[in-house]
């Protein structure tokens, strides 16, 4: 039988409180077993991008990263996010390693393809050195990922922090039963956006059309559902989305995707 392990991926909103933060990262440290953290922060990134006269520019979800944003999702994602995360996680006696995909040769990419649009720097993912990951849960560390991949000829890229959390839980399924947590701001995936009770308790292919069809689901949901098929199709055993609460053992009430 193969060892459980458990992927949490969190949020930029949730992470631009220090206090909900703080919440989430004692929840994720007292997460029994091998687990691996994957964090975002494109709300930071953007911020800083404010300060220093840098644009920020979305299409689709995702970042057109020029050589100027790259540098600052650089010094966010894998300096300030990563950081601040790993020292709390240590506070709370969890032996966090903060990595980016160039760190130990861990997630290699390639330049997303031009087609409408020229992302610029951003990456889809190549491959996951599942080994390498491996080698740092035995050796007892819990590997913290941020939102940055490599081309392994010196060119980083950024990569979408919810498609690496799908990526990486893919990977480590041939070794491990992996349940992929996607957790954000609200309690789940909502029925009615401006209802925060409304959380839809389960979510298949076929109901998932239909609230495609209802445009119910929108914006960031959108890549984050798509990366939640991806992973089911891909051999991860559970994928779930909802608040940070859903990482205590007795909840109930978050979003479970099936087939
Ligand atoms: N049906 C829905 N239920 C919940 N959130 C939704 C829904 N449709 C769109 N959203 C939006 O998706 C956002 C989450 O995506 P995103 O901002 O990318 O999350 P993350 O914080 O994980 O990066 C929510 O903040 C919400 O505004
Ligand atoms: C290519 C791309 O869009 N990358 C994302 C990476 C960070 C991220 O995904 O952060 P959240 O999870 O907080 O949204 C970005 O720069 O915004």
């Known amino acids: 039988m193969k060892k459980k392990l458990s992927l949490v991926k969190i949020g930029g909103n949730v992470m631009e409180s220090k206090n909900e933060l703080a919440k989430f990262l004692q929840l994720f440290s007292e997460l029994q077993g091998p687990k691996i953290l994957v964090h975002g922060g494109g709300k930071l990134a953007t911020e800083l991008g404010v ?6 520019q979305m299409v689709g979800g995702r970042r057109i990263t020029d050589a100027q944003n790259l540098e600052i999702i650089t010094m966010v994602y894998g300096g300030l996010a990563n ?3 790993v020292a709390q996680l240590q506070a709370s006696h969890c032996n966090a390693i903060g990595l980016s995909g160039a760190d130990a040769n861990t ?11 020229d992302f610029g720097f951003v990456g889809d993912v190549e491959s996951v050195n ?4 491996e080698r740092l849960l035995q050796g007892g560390f819990t590997p913290v990922f941020c939102a940055i991949t490599h081309d392994g000829n010196g060119q980083l890229f950024n990569t979408n922090a919810d498609t690496i959390a799908s990526e990486i839980a893919i990977g480590m399924s041939e070794m491990y039963e992996t349940t992929l947590y ?11 956006i401006t209802d925060k009770d409304s959380v839809i308790k389960n979510i298949d292919s076929n109901s998932y059309q239909d609230l495609l069809h209802k445009k119910i689901i929108a914006d960031g949901m959108l890549p984050k559902l798509e990366n939640c098929f991806y992973a089911l199709q891909k051999n991860v055993n559970k994928v779930c989305i909802g608040d940070i609460s859903m990482l205590r053992p007795a909840s109930t009430v978050y979003t479970t995707i099936t087939l």
């Open 51 to 56: 300060k220093l006269g840098v644009e920020a």
């Open 83 to 85: 950081k601040n995360i």
């Open 107 to 117: 997630i290699k990419a390639y330049k997303r393809p031009v087609r409408e649009i």
């Open 130 to 133: 599942t080994k390498n990951i």
């Open 182 to 192: 996607y957790c954000f701001e609200k309690k789940g995936v909502l029925l009615n």
